[in-house]
Structures are given as structure tokens and as C-alpha cells.
């Protein structure tokens, strides 16, 4: 292992905050980051981190070499892109990370035809709500729903994302037709919730155009839009989901919509994100295959809710 690669490694260890952390990214054991460390320690002559059995601190000499070796891997990036687009055929790993239900929905289909007109591609697609860092984890794409938190990636937007307040038609003769945005907030809800968001408000404007926020009563929550359907779909809650979680529950009669009046703000929208504006081929067709699979500027999951526009807008 050479300098330059020494000092990415050192990068890692203080980007992902400790040594095993760094070790399980590359899946190598720990032993091998401190063994290269010290290495790295030995060439330059200098003490670069403070360890100590449980944590570690850098140098003063240490944060600049992290600062150097941070604009090493950018140019050592930016010169693999730069070689990559001079190929007349995409290929090498491409590395996307998103929400199981945008992977399995809208993101495998693209990909199952991509890898056929680009055999010389591989793929890693990683699924989960965690957000990651892009540039540390070495992903190229992500896509999300919602509106992007880290300014340094590049966020293109590639749909809208429209909030439906869906219920069965067992649970609305169980509980009846609900009048009011009140009503509902009383009745028994799904919700989606994760370790950084949690969706147990009905954000919308009233009839003065004024923001307004109900609390809904939660009486059941989870991490996957599909399951928390099923929980709607048994008759026991309502909920209130984006619409790209929807196929055919709606239009086969196993959703209705609840107060269809109700001015529902968008839940942010559907965007692809990644950490260079100077794409490498590959990543550059993917997502404008992405683009087209999905739909501009109506995306494909409103084709599959009936009467969408009349739906939860100004009145």
C-alpha cells in the first residue's frame, strides 16, 4: 500500500469515527487500518492521531493531512470520471443507495433494462432510510423522497410526490365518513416512522391559505410504506402516505380517500442526489433512464391513482 492510499484510509477513519467502523466499510480487520496508520506515521515522520483504547483525536499535523487527503481523493476521483468519458461503452460499478420501496418499485425495473444495453456496468444498489455519505461510502446515486439536508451533494429534482389520507371501506363503515380534518385527527392511524422522521401530522391549508398542523392519533407506526398499507387495507387505521407508494389499492377498491376537500401540501418530492456535477457516463445514462422510466412531468405512480387532480387541492 502506497501514501496516497494510506492517507485515503486515514480519511475514512476519521470520516466514519473510528477504526472499526473504517475496517467494516472495507471489510478487512481492524488490525490492518492501525498496522497502515502507523505506516503512514513512519513515512512522514509525524504523529497524525492521539489514540487512546477507545477513541482517538487528531494531531494538529494530523487535520491537515486529513484536509489534503480529502483533496486527494477528489482529484483521484475526478481523474477516474474524466478517463471513464472518454469510453464509447459505460462500464465499471455504479453504486446507488435508496428507500426499499423506491429500489423495488422504480429503481430495480430501470436497472434490469440498463444492465442489459450495458453488460460492462455493474451495479451495487444499496435499500434502507439511513442516509449515507455519499462521498465517504463511495456511492455515486442516491434517490430519496423529501427535500435533500447535505448542501455539498448536487440534488436534481426528478418528480413531485403528492400526500393522499387513504382508509378501507371496512374501516369507514366501522367509524364512519369523517366530516373534519378534527374527526380524523380522533380515529385510529398508521403512520411511518424512522430514527430521523416520523409522520404523525396532517400538514395542510385551511380555507384562509394559512398553514395548519393535526395531530393524528398513532396507533400503529413502521419504517415500510407497503406494510403500514397492509395495515390500512385491514380495516383497523387510516393513514396518510405519499402517492408513490400506491399501485392499484385505490382504482380495486381496497382505498378510498378520506376528505378529498382538504388542501394537502406536497411531501417534498423525489430527487436524485450525488456529489459531482461532472458525471461519469454511466452514471449519467442511469439517470436519465430513471427519468424517463418515471415520467416527466407527471411521474408514473399518478397514473395509477383515479382522478388524482381533483383530489386535495385549493378549493
Same mark, same amino acid.
Given at each position: 500500500? #502506497?501514501?496516497?492510499?494510506?492517507?485515503?484510509?486515514?480519511?475514512?477513519?476519521?470520516?466514519?469515527?473510528?477504526?472499526?467502523?473504517?475496517?467494516?466499510?472495507?471489510?478487512? #480487520?481492524?488490525?490492518?487500518?492501525?498496522?497502515?496508520?502507523?505506516?503512514?506515521?513512519?513515512?512522514?515522520?509525524?504523529?497524525?492521531?492521539?489514540?487512546?483504547?477507545?477513541?482517538?483525536?487528531?494531531?494538529?499535523?494530523?487535520?491537515?493531512?486529513?484536509?489534503?487527503?480529502?483533496?486527494?481523493?477528489?482529484?483521484?476521483?475526478?481523474?477516474?470520471?474524466?478517463?471513464?468519458?472518454?469510453?464509447?461503452?459505460?462500464?465499471?460499478? *455504479?453504486?446507488?443507495?435508496?428507500?426499499?420501496?423506491?429500489?423495488?418499485? &422504480? /429503481?430495480?425495473?430501470?436497472?434490469? =433494462?440498463?444492465?442489459?444495453?450495458?453488460?460492462?456496468?455493474?451495479?451495487?444498489?444499496?435499500?434502507?432510510?439511513?442516509?449515507? =455519505?455519499?462521498?465517504?461510502?463511495?456511492?455515486?446515486?442516491?434517490?430519496?423522497?423529501?427535500?435533500?439536508?447535505?448542501?455539498?451533494?448536487?440534488?436534481?429534482? /426528478?418528480?413531485?410526490?403528492?400526500?393522499? *389520507?387513504?382508509?378501507?371501506?371496512?374501516?369507514?363503515?366501522?367509524?364512519?365518513?369523517?366530516?373534519?380534518?378534527?374527526?380524523?385527527?380522533?380515529?385510529?392511524?398508521?403512520? &411511518?416512522?424512522?430514527?430521523?422522521?416520523?409522520?404523525?401530522?396532517?400538514?395542510? /391549508?385551511?380555507?384562509?391559505?394559512?398553514?395548519?398542523?393535526?395531530?393524528?392519533?398513532?396507533? &400503529?407506526?413502521?419504517?415500510?410504506?407497503?406494510?403500514?398499507?397492509?395495515?390500512?387495507?385491514?380495516?383497523?387505521?387510516?393513514?396518510?402516505?405519499?402517492?408513490?407508494?400506491?399501485?392499484?389499492?385505490?382504482?380495486?377498491?381496497? *382505498?378510498?380517500?378520506?376528505?378529498?376537500?382538504?388542501?394537502?401540501?406536497? &411531501?417534498?418530492?423525489?430527487?436524485?442526489?450525488?456529489?459531482?456535477? #461532472?458525471?461519469?457516463?454511466?452514471?449519467?445514462?442511469?439517470? #436519465?433512464?430513471?427519468?424517463?422510466?418515471?415520467?416527466?412531468?407527471?411521474?408514473?405512480?399518478?397514473?395509477?391513482?383515479?382522478?388524482?387532480?381533483?383530489?386535495?387541492?385549493?378549493?
Amino acid at each position: 500500500m #502506497d501514501t496516497t492510499s494510506r492517507l485515503i484510509m486515514l480519511l475514512e477513519v476519521v470520516e466514519q469515527g473510528s477504526f472499526s467502523k473504517a475496517a467494516a466499510m472495507r471489510n478487512i #480487520d481492524r488490525s490492518v487500518i492501525s498496522k497502515q496508520i502507523s505506516k503512514l506515521e513512519d513515512e512522514l515522520g509525524v504523529r497524525l492521531l492521539n489514540r487512546t483504547t477507545r477513541s482517538f483525536s487528531l494531531t494538529a499535523a494530523g487535520a491537515e493531512m486529513v484536509k489534503k487527503a480529502r483533496d486527494l481523493r477528489m482529484l483521484l476521483t475526478d481523474t477516474v470520471q474524466l478517463a471513464e468519458n472518454y469510453h464509447q461503452e459505460p462500464r465499471g460499478l *455504479l453504486r446507488i443507495a435508496t428507500s426499499h420501496t423506491l429500489g423495488r418499485r &422504480y /429503481i430495480q425495473p430501470v436497472i434490469n =433494462d440498463f444492465q442489459k444495453r450495458f453488460p460492462q456496468v455493474n451495479v451495487d444498489m444499496r435499500l434502507g432510510d439511513r442516509p449515507v =455519505d455519499m462521498i465517504s461510502e463511495g456511492f455515486d446515486l442516491a434517490f430519496r423522497i423529501g427535500e435533500p439536508r447535505d448542501s455539498s451533494l448536487i440534488a436534481r429534482k /426528478i418528480a413531485r410526490n403528492r400526500m393522499l *389520507l387513504l382508509a378501507s371501506p371496512e374501516f369507514i363503515a366501522t367509524y364512519g365518513n369523517p366530516k373534519s380534518i378534527e374527526e380524523l385527527g380522533q380515529l385510529p392511524a398508521a403512520t &411511518y416512522a424512522t430514527s430521523h422522521t416520523r409522520l404523525d401530522t396532517i400538514n395542510y /391549508i385551511n380555507a384562509e391559505g394559512e398553514e395548519c398542523e393535526q395531530v393524528i392519533n398513532a396507533v &400503529y407506526t413502521s419504517n415500510d410504506g407497503e406494510v403500514i398499507l397492509d395495515k390500512v387495507i385491514s380495516g383497523t387505521a387510516f393513514c396518510l402516505v405519499p402517492a408513490f407508494l400506491i399501485e392499484n389499492e385505490i382504482s380495486d377498491g381496497l *382505498l378510498t380517500p378520506l376528505l378529498p376537500d382538504v388542501n394537502l401540501p406536497d &411531501y417534498g418530492a423525489m430527487y436524485a442526489l450525488y456529489p459531482h456535477r #461532472d458525471l461519469p457516463v454511466r452514471t449519467r445514462l442511469l439517470l #436519465d433512464a430513471v427519468r424517463h422510466y418515471i415520467g416527466e412531468p407527471v411521474p408514473r405512480w399518478e397514473l395509477n391513482i383515479p382522478e388524482l387532480d381533483s383530489l386535495y387541492k385549493p378549493q
